[in-house]
T-cell receptor
């Protein structure tokens, strides 16, 4: 089974803190994604990466950055957390090539910024 | 830009009743379409996907969806709801086969199953 793991299920941070959310997948997937999920808005893509050291902005990249130094790991960084970044963050990965393949999701990190 | 519309943010059915969750997409070309389910406090899990092989797609847990190009719809159905089907359901579209193309998700539909 494909496993996508996220470093924390719940996280509480203070405004202005630097926050790292880590995601690791164990199936050698080329593509990795970070989404945030908010009630009534569905999932919105923050950033994605289709190769090591490659990154592409999604629909809502402002206030976020990402890092992909190794194929299996994709990190989401909040340089200076703000209360409007309180949300559920979901990481996903998918195999290379054919893009009608499904994305495999981690369990999510619920981030609260106070 | 691609978009997906799920009609009804909340749907409530009785156990044993038909489940119908609606999804419409905007696309100028036949896209790849997906339905995902999210159980409480979990990530998303794929229910089924449309890849142009057949218009009626069968998925896990007794769910199926029919691709109707003329209606730009991909509605999800299950003949008989079970209590364990209570979850949030997301429709998603991938319009392209280009490298790095990604999914666009609908807003989600929360399904409640009443005993």
């Amino acid at each position: 089974d494909v496993k996508v793991t996220q470093s924390s299920r719940y996280l509480v941070k203070r405004t202005g803190e630097k926050v790292f959310l880590e995601c690791v997948q164990d199936m050698d997937h080329e593509n990795m994604f970070w989404y945030r999920q908010d009630p009534g808005l569905g999932l919105r893509l923050i950033y994605f990466s289709y190769d090591v050291k490659m990154k592409e902005k999604g629909d809502i990249p402002e206030g976020y950055s990402v890092s992909r130094e190794k194929k299996e790991r994709f990190s989401l960084i909040l340089e200076s957390a703000s209360t409007n970044q309180t949300s559920m963050y979901l990481c996903a990965s998918s195999p290379p090539g054919i893009t009608n393949n499904e994305q495999f999701f981690g369990p999510g990190t619920r981030l609260t910024v106070l | 830009a691609q978009s997906v519309t799920q009609l009804g943010s909340h749907v409530s059915v009785s156990e044993g009743a038909l489940v119908l969750l609606r999804c419409n997409y905007s696309s100028s070309v036949p896209p790849y379409l997906f339905w995902y389910v999210q159980y409480p406090n979990q990530g998303l899990q794929l229910l089924l996907k449309y890849t142009s092989a057949a218009t009626l797609v069968k998925g896990i847990n007794g769910f199926e969806a029919e691709f109707k190009k003329s209606e730009t719809s991909f509605h999800l159905t299950k003949p008989s709801a079970h209590m364990s089907d209570a979850a949030e359901y997301f429709c998603a579209v991938n319009p392209s086969s280009a490298r790095g193309s990604r999914l666009t998700f609908g807003e989600g539909t929360q399904l409640t199953v009443n005993p």
